[in-house]
């Protein structure tokens, strides 16, 4: 997993695992290091098996409220808000349940209303937001 996101000090980073929980730090507590970086698993505290599937930064002091569309290895999608502002514990905060055996595999900021996911094995398929389940 990569993601590329240009961001300030000021900003907030918020990770999304494949376990459905949130992760918020402020993006000057990232240590600047020179290679391969830190493991995220220093400054969090992640379950065996869990991995991050997307990565969003909310700009400075910004209340960050944000429609999220959240999707998972079953083929399950749904959309809900997420409060992306504030730090989290190193525990992290708990944003979308799965069921049994299923986890997400990603999740994309709201930002227009249609939107298109393609796998890796080159599948796609393109609808509406308003098509895709809401969450409270």
Request: charged residues 25%.
């Amino acid at each position: 997993f990569l993601v590329v996101q240009q961001c300030s000090t000021k900003d907030s980073l918020a990770l999304l695992t494949n376990f459905g929980n949130l992760f918020v730090m402020k993006v000057f507590q990232l240590s600047p290091t020179s290679g391969f970086g830190e493991p995220v698993q220093k400054v969090f505290r992640f379950q065996d098996g869990e991995a991050i599937v997307a990565a969003f930064t909310t700009k400075g002091n910004e209340k960050a409220e944000q429609e999220i569309l959240f999707f998972s290895r079953a083929g399950i999608g749904f959309r809900t808000v997420v409060d992306l502002y504030g730090e989290t514990k190193k525990i992290g905060r708990r944003v979308a349940r799965m069921a049994d055996g299923d986890k997400l595999s990603g999740a994309i900021p709201v930002t227009s209303k249609e939107f298109i996911l393609v796998s890796r094995d080159g599948y796609g398929v393109g609808m509406k937001v308003d098509q895709v389940p809401v969450l409270s």
